[in-house]
């Protein structure tokens, strides 16, 4: 029987957590197997807080995902987000020992292997390498120095540092919840994998994910990554605006945002209003949409804003000339109501609504093309680039010896899922770059680290 490439993405966010179980299919889209989602109960922003918690909202998003596709996981690519990443840029170089013979992928990772050893600040560590324009003896703006001659190779990088601890927190939880990790990928860098098409990179382009902790940018020009930037903030921050203003309990704020809200006031007349039953028999409570809008607007505002800013700091000069595609939302926060009128009307740049429906299968879920789970299609391309398999059958496995889940577990908490509405669909392209190619030597590497960490660690 023919070995199948099975990938499994898990996206631990602050509001949720995504175990995706995909392979391609012959036509060489993503065909979704399975889908696991559990309430995450263990972290904030981004960042794990509560070890046990995550474990069991991990174990729980991936039993349900492994019911779903009858497959059971062995290894997963996590996304890493939170308000610890930060991006430097850097310019490095070496001597090659030999300027007549063609420089080849080992030139390139030695180099790379230089810039991982660069000093930190202490508690921090490097998580992506991501080399930029080359220089060759003095000869500037070469993308592919594969196969040219030369002795002096440099090259310009973007680099993403984190702090050790949060991300050993996520190898822990991972562990713990009897699954291997493969890979590490920085979230906004998966979505943008999902998202976004080569002629918008190529273009200049800010991908907005707005998660529910965090939202994370990513600017791409020419084809490569620019920069990189975690706000800490997301949608759970207009969640709990709505449920100070309007004195309401945190479901019922959440219900309302998905159900009623809007990011542009100016649409609610003054009597509309939506009734919200009271507590323990209680008289109902009146809310007016129009009130509602404006708590929204007044929070989505000062997000876009601060994103805008850094995507100012980056261009410096007009970032709309510079940035020609424009802007595209993803994540949850970007299925609010009018969010893109508002974006268009801050920051005067182009947008648009990225859905990762472009590499799916075409007889995928209507679901799974929302932009709520781009990142985690994202990081299942992810792992199908590294050539991984993640899952076999159930059928054709031996059975486990012991079970699956070590220890019981007190029962989950019940929370009510929001009902989540979806755009039209837009078609998106798939982009092949060298930065794939750096991608997974340096997995290997730094998820071998943090085993090793844990292994010393037990």
């Known amino acids: 029987m023919e070995k199948e490439n099975i990938a499994v993405g898990l996206d631990i966010g602050t509001t949720k957590i995504v175990a995706m179980i995909g392979k391609k299919n012959e036509y060489g889209k993503l065909e979704i197997l399975g889908i696991g989602k559990a309430n995450s109960l263990g972290v904030a922003r981004g960042v794990v807080n509560n070890i046990t918690q995550t474990i069991q909202s991990i174990r729980q998003a991936v039993l349900e995902a492994e019911n779903k596709s009858g497959y059971k996981i062995k290894d997963v690519v996590v996304g890493i987000a939170g308000q610890h990443i930060r991006s430097i840029q850097h310019s490095d170089y070496i001597i090659r020992s030999s300027a007549e013979e063609v420089i080849s992928g080992n030139d ?57 601890a949060s991300i050993r927190n996520v190898g822990r939880c991972i562990q713990s919840s009897g699954i291997e990790l493969s890979g590490l990928t920085l979230e906004p860098l998966a979505s943008a994998d999902a998202v976004l098409s080569q002629e918008e990179k190529e273009a200049g382009v800010a991908l907005i994910d707005i998660g529910g902790g965090t939202t994370d940018l990513a600017i791409f020009k020419d084809g490569i990554i620019r920069h990189t930037a975690v706000i800490p903030f997301g949608g759970n921050v207009i969640t709990d605006d709505i449920k100070e203003g309007c004195s309401i309990i945190e479901k019922q704020a959440e219900l309302l945002k998905v159900k009623f809200g809007s990011a542009w006031p100016g649409e609610n007349k003054d009597n509309e209003i939506v009734s919200i039953p009271g507590l323990r028999g209680r008289e109902p409570k009146e809310i007016s949409l129009k009130n509602l809008s404006k708590i929204i607007h007044a929070r989505v505002v000062e997000i876009i804003e601060q994103v805008f800013t850094e995507i100012k700091d980056y261009g410096h000069e007009d970032p709309r000339k510079k940035l020609i595609a424009g802007i595209v939302l993803t994540g949850g926060g970007a299925q609010l109501k009018h969010i893109k009128q508002l974006v268009e009307y801050i920051t005067g740049m182009d947008t648009r609504i990225g859905y990762p429906n472009e ?100």
């Open 359 to 458: 590499h799916l299968a075409g007889n995928s879920d209507e679901e799974i093309s929302s932009p709520l789970y781009a990142t985690a299609v994202g990081l299942v391309m992810n792992s199908i680039e590294n050539n991984t398999q993640s899952a076999v059958r159930i059928d054709v496995v031996e059975a486990p010896k012991v079970p699956i889940y070590r220890a019981p577990e007190p029962p989950m908490e019940e929370i009510e899922e929001p009902v989540n509405e979806i755009e039209t669909p837009i078609d998106i392209k798939k982009e092949e770059s060298t930065e794939k190619k750096i991608r997974e030597s340096f997995f290997d590497k730094y998820v071998g680290k943090i085993k090793d960490f844990l292994d010393n660690a037990e």
């Open 108 to 164: 390139i990772q030695l180099l790379i292997d230089q810039v991982n050893k660069l000093a930190m600040l202490p508690g921090e560590e490097i998580i992506h390498v991501l080399p930029q324009e080359f220089k060759i003896d003095g000869q500037s703006d070469i993308k592919e120095p594969i196969g040219m001659y030369g002795g002096r190779l440099e090259s310009s990088f973007h680099v993403v540092v984190g702090q050790a």
